[in-house]
């Protein structure tokens, strides 16, 4: 419930800080926002040019970076790289990981 009431929108271009004690939902906000997380109630919306995004689309364009890596430690960094290519259907998750590193 650490985010009754909120509501907030925020246009393109625009830099946004988010601050509060522990436990006031600052990351609970950013994990919803970067479709790692689902709101238990209500609902978070990513327009373009008035058209609502897909979550496809909106995962796509957006990333966090949190206090923990989020990454596997008993995976190489080709393995975690290759399995998240693949959770987000990225075609040729094992050349772009190749790629990448």
């Known amino acids: 419930m650490a985010l009754r009431g909120v ?18 939902g600052k990351t609970t906000l950013l994990k919803i926002a970067a479709q790692l997380s689902r ?9 373009e040019r008035g ?15 949190g206090h923990h890596t ?7 960094a ?3 790289l290759i399995f998240f290519a693949k959770l987000f259907s990225l075609p040729d998750p094992e050349g772009l990981a190749r790629r990448a590193l």
Not at 39 to 47: A, M, N
Not at 51 to 65: D, F, N, Q, Y
């Open 51 to 65: 058209a609502e995004l897909s979550p496809e689309e909106v995962k796509s364009r957006i990333g966090m970076v």
């Open 39 to 47: 709101p238990s109630r209500g609902k978070i919306l990513f327009q």
């Open 7 to 24: 509501s907030l929108e925020i246009s393109a271009g625009e830099c946004v800080a988010l601050v509060g004690h522990n436990g006031s």
């Open 78 to 80: 080709e393995e975690n």
């Open 70 to 76: 989020l990454v596997y430690d008993e995976l190489t």
